[in-house]
């Protein structure tokens, strides 16, 4: 794909950039999980096509990076694709950020570092910002302008990560669940963790129980002959999630990050079973049911509760997030100053 300009200096016009972000603060997981379905690359070139388009859709948010004098008719395009496609859903039409200019640039670096994360200074999303980036240049969905945006984030992310404590604990959503269970109901460590799934957060959490002292971890899985590989890794078995209810009655901490087509443990499955049962669940959607819970002597922690935190919970890092917020504006006022030059070049050579 090219997108063509007149002039060869290139700089970016912050009046092209547009986002439209969706993220599970503002909505549900299943609402996320659905959207990020249809909110494909191959649906979008459709409708974006031939301007650049990066797509970043995690288990948290899906967001839509676009640039084009176009924006606000594209920005139109999509919102009607998507009321079609999922039968003018009122949560999502109601959920979606719209950020233009300057604030998107800002969003996205923001988001790079970690800062707009659940589990604040998560650091997977780096990485999930740079696939997003990656794929869109080998697709060929973007050129020179949101490359330069994109390298711009990447370098920013790493940098707060590098100079502030923000990166220093390895915070991920998994561990800030685990953390927060912890607090109402911590297991002992000579008894087995039961985690269901073996996806990118049942390893993290895994490492986490770890590092915590915890040395037993049974791993449940819808295929567990095709995951041998990794329970030798975690020194730990891998059974088959027809046999998680049976060891449910006997184990009493579950966490659960897995892919499925709906909640399978109803409260049926709890009956009869004798103490605290705590429930980490950040599957998607919930594996667990909210009756499952309600009615029986358990806790539960899902994504709901991990977005009803206050901002209270990280006042530890106010002094950091000062100087995160140092960093950012030292780079947006960099590459502004920089591509105001670009302009001025550009503006330059066009009267001579």
Same mark, same amino acid.
């Given at each position: 794909m090219e997108y063509k300009y007149k002039h060869k200096i290139k700089y970016i016009d912050f009046n092209n950039i547009t986002l439209l972000s969706w993220h599970i603060r503002d909505t549900s997981i299943e609402h996320i999980s659905r959207l990020s379905?249809? !909110?494909?690359?191959?649906?979008?070139?459709?409708?974006?096509?031939?301007?650049?388009? #990066? #797509?970043?859709?995690?288990? /948290?948010? !899906? =967001? *839509?990076y676009i640039y084009s004098y176009k924006s606000q008719?594209?920005?139109?395009?999509?919102?009607? &694709? *998507?009321?079609?496609e999922l039968g003018n859903d009122k949560c999502i039409l109601g959920s979606l950020d719209l950020l233009e200019g300057k604030r998107a640039y800002r969003h996205l670096l923001e988001v790079t570092a970690g800062l707009k994360s659940l589990a604040l200074g998560e650091y997977q999303i780096q990485g999930q910002v740079k696939n997003a980036y990656i794929n869109a240049m080998r697709d060929r969905y973007i050129s020179s302008y949101l490359i330069s945006i994109f $390298?711009?984030?990447l370098k920013t992310g790493k940098r707060i990560r590098t100079e502030t404590e923000i990166g220093h604990n390895n915070i991920s959503l998994s561990s800030l669940a685990i953390d927060m269970m912890f607090q109402l109901n911590k297991p002992k460590k000579e008894n087995p963790i039961l985690i269901v799934g073996t996806g990118k957060m049942s390893k993290l959490a895994a490492e986490y129980f770890f590092k915590l002292g915890h040395k037993s971890i049974i791993f449940f899985s819808n295929n567990p002959d095709k995951r041998k590989d990794f329970a030798k890794k975690y020194s730990s078995v891998v059974l088959s999630l027809k046999e998680l209810e049976l060891y449910m009655k006997k184990y009493k901490f579950i966490f659960s990050?897995?892919?499925?087509?709906?909640?399978?443990?109803s409260s049926s499955s709890l009956e009869g079973r004798l103490g605290l049962l705590s429930i980490i669940d950040l599957s998607v959607p919930s594996y667990f049911r909210k009756s499952a819970t309600t009615n029986s002597n358990s806790i539960i922690i899902d994504m709901d509760t991990i977005k009803q935190l $206050?901002?209270?919970?990280?006042?530890?890092?106010?002094?950091? %997030?000062?100087?995160? $917020?140092? *960093? %950012? /504006?030292? =780079? #947006? /006022?960099? &590459? !502004? %100053?920089? +591509?105001? +030059?670009?302009? =001025? %070049?550009?503006?330059?050579? *066009?009267?001579?």
């Amino acid at each position: 794909m090219e997108y063509k300009y007149k002039h060869k200096i290139k700089y970016i016009d912050f009046n092209n950039i547009t986002l439209l972000s969706w993220h599970i603060r503002d909505t549900s997981i299943e609402h996320i999980s659905r959207l990020s379905k249809i !909110v494909t690359p191959s649906n979008l070139y459709k409708i974006i096509f031939p301007y650049e388009f #990066i #797509i970043l859709s995690t288990c /948290n948010r !899906v =967001e *839509i990076y676009i640039y084009s004098y176009k924006s606000q008719k594209l920005s139109e395009d999509i919102k009607t &694709f *998507i009321n079609n496609e999922l039968g003018n859903d009122k949560c999502i039409l109601g959920s979606l950020d719209l950020l233009e200019g300057k604030r998107a640039y800002r969003h996205l670096l923001e988001v790079t570092a970690g800062l707009k994360s659940l589990a604040l200074g998560e650091y997977q999303i780096q990485g999930q910002v740079k696939n997003a980036y990656i794929n869109a240049m080998r697709d060929r969905y973007i050129s020179s302008y949101l490359i330069s945006i994109f $390298e711009s984030a990447l370098k920013t992310g790493k940098r707060i990560r590098t100079e502030t404590e923000i990166g220093h604990n390895n915070i991920s959503l998994s561990s800030l669940a685990i953390d927060m269970m912890f607090q109402l109901n911590k297991p002992k460590k000579e008894n087995p963790i039961l985690i269901v799934g073996t996806g990118k957060m049942s390893k993290l959490a895994a490492e986490y129980f770890f590092k915590l002292g915890h040395k037993s971890i049974i791993f449940f899985s819808n295929n567990p002959d095709k995951r041998k590989d990794f329970a030798k890794k975690y020194s730990s078995v891998v059974l088959s999630l027809k046999e998680l209810e049976l060891y449910m009655k006997k184990y009493k901490f579950i966490f659960s990050a897995i892919s499925s087509s709906g909640p399978n443990i109803s409260s049926s499955s709890l009956e009869g079973r004798l103490g605290l049962l705590s429930i980490i669940d950040l599957s998607v959607p919930s594996y667990f049911r909210k009756s499952a819970t309600t009615n029986s002597n358990s806790i539960i922690i899902d994504m709901d509760t991990i977005k009803q935190l $206050e901002s209270s919970y990280f006042r530890m890092l106010k002094p950091t %997030l000062k100087k995160c $917020e140092y *960093i %950012l /504006n030292e =780079e #947006i /006022n960099g &590459f !502004v %100053l920089d +591509h105001r +030059h670009r302009y =001025e %070049l550009s503006r330059a050579q *066009i009267s001579s």
